[in-house]
């Protein structure tokens, strides 16, 4: 019996051995890595037009730098994550639209295919190319809009079923009404100021209709 248990001891030492043996070695493994591939040299970014900062998704950006790719398909411009749609390529220039992303700090850099480095980081401003105006509510629509050599707006402003008439915004932000609604007029397609301050307005009949310079 003894002679069991001690040969039944001797096994499992010995294989408990055996698999830490074996647990420690590090077998070699095939790497994707090839250590004699070489790779083109890194972008650079050395200025961005205009740069003052941009519109997003309005305005047409021009980076000037070096290595880039004369490949359109081979170049990437990111804007924060995004990846700008580009017009024109050449290996120092690169003129792309502007991508909607906003901020004073939006981080650009380039990158390029063969090339194992993104380019220096550049920060640059991208605003919103509207912004909301006028204070209308929900159910106020501005169906034609007009602006004087002051820099006024005239609006023709209407809701789901009447015309509301034409409200002045000054260029300080100010809003007038400038005319009350207009009799069997649900809304004006079309506005203009013209000479002296006069605003004319049509709409889908055989007629110009003409506002004085005071509303």
Request: a positive charge; charged letters at 10%; hydrophobic letters at 40%.
């Amino acid at each position: 019996m003894r002679s069991s248990l001690r040969f039944s001891v001797v096994v499992s030492a010995t294989a408990l051995s055996t698999m830490l043996w074996h647990g420690c070695i590090n077998e070699k493994q095939g790497s994707l890595f090839d250590p004699n591939t070489s790779f083109t040299p890194a972008p650079t970014i050395t200025s961005i037009t205009p740069s003052a900062g941009a519109q997003a998704a309005v305005d047409t950006l021009r980076i000037t730098g070096t290595n880039f790719s004369s490949s359109a398909q081979y170049n990437f411009a990111y804007f924060n994550s995004t990846v700008a749609s580009l017009l024109q390529v050449s290996p120092t220039q690169i003129v792309l639209a502007a991508p909607f992303v906003l901020g004073d700090s939006v981080r650009v850099r380039m990158g390029v295919q063969g090339a194992d480095q993104l380019s220096n980081l550049v920060y640059y401003k991208l605003s919103a190319a509207i912004e909301a105006f006028g204070n209308l509510t929900p159910q106020e629509f501005a169906r034609a809009i007009s602006t004087d050599a002051s820099g006024n707006l005239y609006a023709s402003l209407s809701n789901a079923s009447s015309d509301i008439g034409v409200r002045k915004y000054t260029a300080g932000g100010d809003t007038t009404h400038f005319a009350p609604p207009t009799a069997l007029v649900q809304q004006w397609f079309s506005l203009k100021v013209g000479p002296g301050g006069y605003v004319y307005a049509v709409r889908n009949s055989r007629g110009v209709f003409r506002y004085n310079p005071g509303g």
